[in-house]
Nanobody
């Protein structure tokens, strides 16, 4: 049974930081692509970052590039999204997801429909 569990969301002020965690079980994360997505009220789910476990590919959507950082702890089978300089427009439910190696994450894009397993989401609210 593959399971992804996000944590670390909450309420922060503009300019603040959060680190989201995604604990993965049922698969070895080293051999998969990991992606982070978010969905704001009234909007579709958008990909914001991804990284390959088998190739030197990392992608950031323009709106988060330079502020967010994706990383892995291979020993813990966990991925993280460090979010700095948060803005009110970052308010959304954040999801992690996995895709098979070679899919989902490319130098210039993240493809949502190529991801197979999804977490339940964690709420991030940025407000003063």
């Amino acid at each position: 049974q593959v399971q992804l569990v996000e944590s670390g969301g909450g309420l922060v002020q503009p300019g603040g930081s959060l680190r989201l965690s995604c604990a993965v079980s049922g698969i070895t994360l080293d051999y998969y692509v990991i992606g982070w997505f978010r969905q704001a009220p009234g909007k579709g789910r958008e990909g914001i970052s991804c990284a390959s476990g088998t190739a030197p590919i990392t992608y950031y959507e323009d709106s988060v590039k330079g502020r967010f950082t994706i990383s892995r702890d291979h020993g813990k089978n966990t991925v993280y999204l460090q979010m700095d300089s948060l803005k009110p427009e970052d308010t959304a439910v954040y999801f992690c997801a996995t895709a098979d190696a070679g899919y989902g994450c490319y130098d210039h894009s993240i493809r949502r429909n190529e991801y197979d397993y999804w977490g339940q989401g964690t709420q991030v609210t940025v407000s003063s």
